[in-house]
């Protein structure tokens, strides 16, 4: 099975700011990957798909990059609607796995 | 309206059973691969199953293999994930959840609980 890391596994972070997660696969997976958003209580929302290829009506303050086994979602500005638990997840083969999630929280 | 709709959640006690629907609306839910995902209280996401547009190819992760069963019937736009001999870390909500072709999951439903515990 392919493990998917992710890093940090929470942060403190301002209106703003830029916030960078990170996602590593423990064997390479091309460019299979998607980010998710899950606020608490709610369904996830798909982000991005295919590592960098942005979800119609997600906003464009989102962006992932990365191929093989390192990868990147950005929020370039952070906004209060955007304080949430993101998932990545390896779609290359199954089972399907998921990071274990991180949190961006308000500082 | 694109839309899942999860239902068939509840209580029930280690080693029994319960079924799980999705229906499935506002997009031709035949041409769609779909998938099952749970996530335990408190705890981050777990894929559970996976079945091709047809039925045809099915995917469970090893935690449920020969447990649970995954079906559909593309004639009522319908979603099933039949748990037998379930156990306490079984209680998660479980989604359903619509797979773009051989990619991520776009469209979910919003969850139903189910809750293992005597």
């Known amino acids: 099975d392919i493990q998917m890391t992710q890093s940090p596994s929470s942060v403190s972070a301002s209106v703003g700011d830029r916030v960078t997660i990170t996602c590593r696969a423990s064997?390479?997976?091309?460019?299979?990957l998607a980010w998710y958003q899950q606020k608490p209580g709610k369904a996830p929302k798909l982000l991005i798909y295919?590592?960098?290829s942005l979800q119609s009506g997600v906003p464009s303050r989102f962006s992932g990059s990365g191929s093989g086994t390192d990868f990147t979602l950005t929020i370039s500005s952070l906004q209060p609607e955007d304080f949430a638990t993101y998932y990545c997840?390896?779609?290359?083969?199954?089972?399907?796995?998921f990071g274990g999630g991180t949190k961006v929280e308000i500082k | 309206e694109v839309q899942l709709v999860e239902s068939g959640g509840g209580l029930v006690q280690p080693g029994g059973s319960l079924r799980l629907s999705c229906a499935a609306s506002?997009?031709?839910?035949?041409?769609?691969?779909m998938n099952w995902v749970r996530q335990a209280p408190g705890k981050g996401l777990e894929w559970v199953s996976y079945?091709?547009?047809?039925?045809?190819?099915?995917y469970y992760a090893d935690s449920v293999k020969g447990r649970f069963t995954i079906s559909r019937d593309n004639a009522k736009n319908s979603l099933y994930l039949q748990m037998n001999s379930l156990r306490a870390e079984d209680t998660a909500v479980y989604y359903c959840?619509?797979?773009?072709?051989?990619?991520?999951?776009?469209?979910w439903g919003q969850g139903t609980m189910v809750t293992v515990s005597s």
């Open positions: 959840a619509r797979q773009r072709s051989h990619d991520a999951f776009d469209i």
């Open positions: 506002g997009f031709t839910f035949s041409s769609y691969e």
């Open positions: 079945i091709s547009s047809s039925g045809s190819t099915i």
């Open positions: 064997q390479g997976i091309s460019s299979w």
């Open positions: 295919a590592a960098s």
């Open positions: 997840q390896q779609a290359n083969s199954f089972p399907r796995t």
